[in-house]
């Protein structure tokens, strides 16, 4: 705030006692879930659904399709196709979310309001859902997930994708990132697979060349 009182001559130019200070660099957080926790999430969202089920078809989206939240919040029916999500205001410009048939059938599931434009609603008419920190709090603590964000479940969705062998490329696109270089933090898991498919392949290799197949 000290440099833009600078700017409406609140202060004397040049007064900023912060200028000098530089910002301290955070290491980006890596967090995803494991198949063990997406087990816990999806068995605890099932329990869940008659108590707040705007909140649970948004979480399985979000897990099911890597959209931001906001994505999500501000999702029109309008912006829905039959096997896509056109989204015209996303973050990096317009782009298009496949939807596959888990992420349709959640959509199927979801009633659709008079004169609300909106696809996940919120508790008032006509809204979409404004608060989905609550309701996670409640299921992520239910689930025994202490540390995972909202934003970690588009983390899971990346990271599930490239361990079942999906190109980081084609992750980058389904996440609607700008540049490759943006999902290149997932290219590491594809090494797991790598690693222990070759070590599967040495066993094997050395079982067939130690076998004593006899005079």
């Known amino acids: 705030m000290f440099s833009p009182a600078e700017i409406w001559g609140l202060r ?15 290491n ?14 999806g068995e605890v969202l099932r329990e869940a659904e008659r108590e707040m089920p705007s909140a649970v078809a948004a ?3 979000l897990l099911l399709t890597g959209c931001r939240l906001s994505e999500i919040q501000f999702l029109r029916w309008d912006y829905v196709k039959d096997d896509c999500i056109e989204l015209p205001n996303a973050k990096t410009g317009g782009r298009v979310v496949p939807l596959g048939p888990e992420a349709r059938a959640v959509l ?26 609550c ?4 299921i992520r603590e239910r689930a025994e997930l202490e540390d995972v964000r909202i ?6 969705m990346a990271s599930h994708a490239v361990m079942n062998g999906v190109p980081v490329p084609v992750v980058s696109r389904l996440l609607g990132h700008s540049n490759v270089r943006m999902t290149l933090r997932y290219a590491h ?9 070759t070590e599967r392949v040495g066993a094997a290799m050395a079982r067939v060349m130690e076998a004593d197949t006899g005079p």
């Open 12 to 26: 004397p130019d040049g007064s900023n006692p912060c200028r000098h200070l530089k910002c301290y660099k955070e």
């Open 189 to 197: 898991l594809a090494d797991r697979d790598i690693e222990a498919a």
């Open 108 to 133: 199927s599931e979801l009633s659709r309001e008079d004169g609300n434009p909106w696809v996940i609603s919120g508790k008032k008419p006509g809204t979409h859902l404004t608060d989905l920190q």
């Open 59 to 61: 979480l399985r989206l």
């Open 151 to 156: 934003h970690d479940l588009r983390h899971t």
């Open 28 to 41: 980006k957080r890596e967090r995803f879930l494991s198949p063990e926790e997406t087990e816990r999430l």
């Open 135 to 138: 309701p996670w709090r409640r």
